[in-house]
């Protein structure tokens, strides 16, 4: 699926911007601050209907404004054609698919998919864990229908479990039947983690070799679950909770768990996050971001991509590289304050917000 066309309305400093894009790779290119990724945050929005640059929707509405839309058309380059609109209130927000409302946000994932990489991922290995998990999570959500649903189960639980802990006089048997619970959807998406890094175990050096010649099969990710993913899971989970029951009482707030799981990448041998320079973080982190496009198996639904401003860290041959790489995915979009090659669909931003189109395949 990629997107055809896509109309901005009142959204960040574009009054009304309509443009259309082809499949293939296309660059967009202007001065900082003249708006090229916010073209490429309401691609991605709609993914989501979440930002990569904020958690607030009403920053997306142009200054002065009471609302603000994005409309895009999708097409698998078939003959059918999706409408997809966001419309931004200051009550919140609307979305609907072919005029017709979507009842729950979950559903966007089954009509578009779209990567992203920008400046702060760079940060990926020396951040919280919280920002791994998220990455598991994000992308676990859109190669499997079943894992969003066990992540929600298990996080209903673990508010309900919260909760039970900050009375003063907690019900001890109620806290046990729910960590029973939460111990049967963590096993599930424990064994989807797990499956997950294994595939990008497989995966990973292929594609670093791409990015960086000498990187061939220099690249692990493990994973750090809290109890083993093994056939006697729910028993060691189920102890692990136990032996962490006294101190969850005494902080008010459960101490273990899948939302206390990382992971750790090696470069050659070690950990990056300790030993890898800032260009090697780089480059590595791209390659996981990327590297979900060869894990959805259905070639048809394979993600948009879309990377923000990440020209601009490389140097020239790592720039070839990634352009090589990227040319023939379904559908790229890399924001750039210049750009020279030929091997790209190139959109020009000026400062006064209109769209020049050059190098058009």
């Known amino acids: 699926m990629i997107v055809k066309t896509i109309t901005l309305h009142k959204f960040r400093n574009y009054d009304d911007l309509t443009l259309e894009f082809p499949s293939g790779l296309n ?10 990724t916010n073209i490429v945050e309401a691609i991605q929005y709609l993914s989501l209907a979440r930002s990569f640059r904020t958690s607030n929707d009403q920053e997306l509405i142009k200054e002065g404004e009471d ?48 990567l992203v990489f920008e400046p702060k991922d760079v940060l990926f290995f020396n951040d919280s864990p919280r920002i791994r998990r998220r990455y598991l999570d994000t992308s676990l959500s859109k190669l499997t229908s079943n894992y969003l649903d066990y992540f ?3 996080e209903k639980l673990l508010d309900e479990r919260n909760r039970l802990l900050k009375f003063t006089h907690p019900d001890l048997l109620a806290i046990e039947v729910i960590t029973k619970q939460m111990v049967t959807f963590a096993k599930q998406i424990s064994l989807y983690r797990k499956n997950f890094i294994d595939s990008l175990n497989e995966t990973l050096p292929s594609l670093m070799a791409n990015l960086e010649v000498k990187a061939k099969g220099e690249l692990k990710i493990e994973y750090l679950p809290f109890v083993e993913v093994s056939k006697d899971y729910e028993q060691k989970a189920i102890e692990a909770y136990k032996k962490s029951l006294d101190n969850d009482l005494r902080y008010r707030t459960t101490g273990v768990g899948i939302q206390r799981e990382d992971i750790v990448t090696y470069f050659r041998g070690k950990p990056i996050d300790r030993f890898g320079s800032q260009g090697q973080k780089r480059l590595v982190a791209l390659a996981l971001k990327l590297a979900p496009y060869y894990l959805t198996e259905n070639k048809e639904k394979r993600p948009i991509v879309v990377l923000d401003d ?52």
Do not use: C, M
């Open 27 to 36: 660059i967009i290119v202007g001065p900082n601050g003249a708006g090229k």
């Open 67 to 114: 609302g603000a839309s994005i409309k895009a058309i999708l097409s698998d380059d078939g003959p059918f054609k999706k409408t997809l609109q966001i419309d931004f209130v200051t009550s919140g927000k609307k979305i609907s698919l072919n005029g017709t409302p979507l009842k729950k946000i979950s559903e966007l994932k089954d009509v578009v998919n779209v």
């Open 152 to 154: 929600s189960r298990y």
């Open 310 to 361: 990440v020209l601009s860290e490389l140097d020239g041959d790592h720039q070839q590289r990634l352009i090589t790489l990227l040319k023939n995915w379904t559908q790229v979009f890399i924001t750039a304050t210049t750009f020279n090659g030929r091997d790209a669909n190139v959109y020009e931003v000026t400062p006064t917000q209109k769209i020049v189109r050059r190098n058009f395949l």
